[in-house]
């Protein structure tokens, strides 16, 4: 099971100024310590990563997810609780955790052990010379049909999204994409962002909707497994929310048919179950999760930020 890409990231800086270093031999201590059925297990770094965990194997069948910034401290508790309740209604595997690790006094934050989900990340199909390891044909449909299997659980009692994380109202992320935009400079075409931004605006609904998101379906958070869409992991920004914040893989993941058909599997397509406006607010959230990353990423993380301007040009080019 992989999260998004591999190390180093961008001229020898941290990817964030407030990580915390963790090494195969923390993992080892914590483990021994607070699992210790586990302690026999060979411990292994692995080497791709995403945005805010560290990865090691334990041995064959199993991982443990290591936040390494404090905004990613309480995942392995929202894990924990919500994804057993999830994973009977999804039609793609969930990693949901065994087991749940505590601080010690070298290590600040909780941590947890999942089951290691076979197969490889699916590769950027806009990445230049990126040599696909998935059906699209297949995908649209299994991506699409899994959206709306996770949205038609129950959200009562789920974790509801507030201040400005993904799911929310867009119109509380109108300042962030305006001033990402102008910082952003000549690596985006802002008259065509700012654009499809107010469409996205426009396309407000009014009461929000809500219902259980996963909300981060890039390319480094599905698993594929002989050219079919096996697993989809990184639950971090789980919560109840707008639906349409579900919908960006219809840009960065699909084009002309395979769109239209994850657009349908998603329900929101014509007579789909969505509100007429949910796919302008999906592709929203697309520039919200490209555009706002480009200028703390550009150095931080180059193949990210480049990652980022390929996706913000495919939510623009057909608006």
């Known amino acids: 099971?992989?999260?998004?890409?591999?190390?180093?990231?961008?001229?020898?800086?941290?990817?964030?100024?407030?990580?915390?270093?963790?090494?195969?031999?923390?993992?080892?201590?914590?483990?021994?310590?607070?699992?210790?059925?586990w302690a026999s297990l060979p411990v292994s770094p692995v080497q791709e990563s995403g945005t805010d965990h560290l990865l090691f194997r334990l041995g064959d069948d199993l991982v443990a997810r290591m936040p390494k910034v404090a905004w990613a401290a309480e995942h392995a508790l929202g894990d924990a609780r919500w994804l057993p309740r999830l994973a009977p209604h999804l039609p793609l595997a969930v990693p949901a955790p065994l087991a749940v690790g505590v601080p010690d006094d070298a290590y600040p934050f909780r941590w947890s052990v999942a089951p290691w989900i076979r197969g490889a990340a699916i590769v950027d199909p806009l990445e230049p010379g990126a040599t696909p390891n998935l059906d699209p044909d297949a995908a649209a449909t299994d991506l699409g049909a899994f959206v709306t299997a996770l949205r038609a659980v129950d959200p009562m009692g789920g974790p509801v999204k507030d201040g400005t994380s993904r799911g929310v109202p867009l119109a509380r992320l109108d300042d962030a994409v305006r001033e990402a935009t102008a910082a952003s400079g000549d690596r985006v075409d802002g008259p065509a962002v700012l654009k499809a931004w107010d469409r996205a605006l426009e396309a407000a609904a009014d009461p929000a909707p809500r219902a259980w998101i996963h909300g981060d379906l890039m390319p480094g958070n599905l698993i594929a497994d002989g050219g079919r869409l096996a697993a989809v992991i990184d639950w971090g920004a789980l919560g109840v929310g707008d639906p349409a914040a579900d919908l960006p893989p219809a840009w960065w993941l699909f084009a002309g048919r395979t769109r239209e058909a994850f657009r349908d599997a998603a329900g929101a397509g014509p007579g789909g179950d969505l509100d007429d406006g949910a796919w302008e607010r999906g592709r929203g959230w697309t520039l919200v999760q490209g555009v706002v990353a480009l200028p703390y990423y550009w150095d931080r993380w180059p193949a990210f930020a480049r990652a980022s301007q390929r996706r913000v040009a495919a939510a623009v080019a057909d608006a």
């Open 1 to 37: 099971m992989v999260d998004a890409a591999p190390r180093p990231y961008g001229r020898g800086m941290p990817m964030h100024d407030d990580e915390v270093t963790v090494t195969a031999d923390d993992v080892r201590r914590l483990v021994a310590a607070q699992h210790p059925r």
